[in-house]
């Protein structure tokens, strides 16, 4: 659709016909609906795509092409971004598509094609990054694109000649400002149905080779305590001779989140102490030449840790001619220490990406990143979220790690709003217009109850909507999924989100696969911190789309203050009531545990797991005082991360003849006949 006329109106308004509301482009014909009963928009069916592959552009020229897509796939999806490598592959959701497409060779192209269709320029400021953020929101408001002051110049020249919209150099001091400013300027402009959480930048990919130079030199055993604290002393005299020498903490074994954790730093150079520090303090800044994903904190009187695939590294520069280099740390968990005298780059640079911003510019939303820990920033935070209807989502993420989803999920919740985490889902404006053939999965009998030890393993990290784009799918196209049974946790909003890779999944699902809602149904939620007023909206919502998917398992967090709580009676009543489920998993502990909320719906803590190693002895541990004079069950939930279903098989394998591997509705159906409850 051609727009040059009616930018008169700049906000996202509503035009309503019947129930449905239609998230209007200027043009006044939007092809965005949006039922006033629909979780999220449906856009038009992509007839045709220009695809382009902008993996080695620059995070500038990322940004600028996703505000493209966001404004021209409003009117029909045309075009699709491969911007980052992931495991599924380049095109294989592309080709699952059925739709025909172009690979256009040269992105820039695309700038002329669709020029008529852009009505400017919005720049932002890089010396504030957030910048970027408001002038995606503006972008979305203007039918305009984001360009930074480099690419601005090249838009504004032949053969482009774009006009500059809004130039937001100079204007913001800081972060807070730029959103303070966005709030009072552009947040009644937005459509409140949504709202998005985007980091302004990500960090720029190191070279694959970039630590070829390091050699381990000391390495701990798998264990999941402190029992291994200890002062270690490490002689690195064969690494002098060159200017500095740079010692790596990498988590040894990265998928159970037990990595490095550090509470001193001694270095001596010939006897003499040279460095010496507690991380986290200020001693620790002129050492710490790359702090990665690590994070420090005031537990055990300070410490750094870094968990799964990140780590941290110091410098540490001797005299010259020093002759003997020793340092001694004070360290546990499980360690892997490496050591190089060649300097690597560091990480931490930073560039713009494009995920989820043709979704937020087409919805005309407003995005933002706020940190929950910062109090004026988290002021700013709940009065957005203050703002809108009970049971709008939070697409995107968090800022600062665990403890950002923990206290950023918490807060959410107290407001009733519902996240999907969505900061690297790509092309969500062509997804959500795709159509997908849904099929509802059968259930599948259950054995005959005995005096068995009955097991179900749980996939987790299904609430994520990338992880069902991405991840998922790679774990999925495992040679040996459908040999043991699994619960794959996965979001039921992929009715509205992404139809075709539901029903991808749907239609490929062995019978030993089981697709159930990830947490805490309909959105990642703590039910507890969720008021209880409009709670029931929530798990309505819940209900309906399990219902439309077929899922009838719902894998539930609920957490306070970053600690997993019991669901109340009232909550468990509103999933009794609005949902039904078959049964409810919960939690990701130590212990597992089933029992029976309000005498009617079964629940199971599950059991966490992330290697093949820990899941053998957490299942022996939990079934060491079984009796065998009734049946004991055991609910596994497995980190996605770091187990595939070759290692799940591996694990059942292991597993004596009193043991039987179930699919969760059969390990509900028989929790169900135990405890004398009707199945479902």
Known sequence: MIRKLFLISLTLFLVFSGSTIYAQSPSSKGKVKWPTDQALPTFAKPKHLDVIDIQKNSGEEKILFASLQGNVNREQPRIYLYEDKFGEGKFTWLNELKVPYTMVEKPWDLLLKYKIEVSGIVIYDPEVPDSINVATTLAGLKNAVVASPELAEKLSAKPYKFKVIE?????FKDKLEAYQWQYDNLWSKTTHRMLIGLDPTKNIPLPENNFDSFKTILKAEEIRDSSNRDVYNLDLSEYLGKEAVYLRFQDAFPADGWGPAVHEVTVKADGQIIAQFIPGTEGEQSYLYDRDGSNSDERFDGHRWADGGSYFV???????????????????????VSVSNEQPLASGQKEPYGFLRDYAIANRAMAFWLESNIPAE???????LSDVEPNTPYLGWFGNDVAGEFSGTEIVSKYGVYVLAADWFNNMTVFSGAKGKIVKQKPLKAPKLSNKI???????????????????RFLWDNERRGSVPINWTTSPLLYDVAPSILGYYQQTATENDLLVAGPSGAGYIYPTPWPDDTFYLYAKQTGKYMKKTGMDIIYALNRVDGKDVLLSESKAQNYIDYVNP??????????????????????????????????????AKATSKWDGESPLFIAMGMLAWGINPSNIEEIAKSLGPEFEVVRGDQYFDLVREANGLPKK
């Not at 130039?167 to 204007?171: A, H, I, Q, T």
């Not at 110091?314 to 892997?336: G, H, I, R």
């Open 454 to 472: 009955y097991i179900t393993f749980t996939l987790g990290e299904g609430d994520n909507l990338q992880y069902n784009q991405h991840h998922m």
């Open 167 to 171: 130039d937001f150099r100079g204007k």
């Open 582 to 619: 078959k049964g409810l998993f919960i939690g990701w502990d130590n212990y597992t545990e089933t029992s029976i909320l309000n005498g009617k719906l079964p629940q199971s803590i599950l059991l966490s797991s992330s290697s093949v190693g820990q899941a053998k002895e957490e299942i």
């Open 314 to 336: 110091y410098k540490f520069s001797p005299p010259a001619n020093t002759q003997e280099l020793v340092v001694s740390l004070d360290m546990w968990n499980q360690f892997k």
């Open 378 to 384: 988290k002021e700013l935070f709940e009065k957005i």
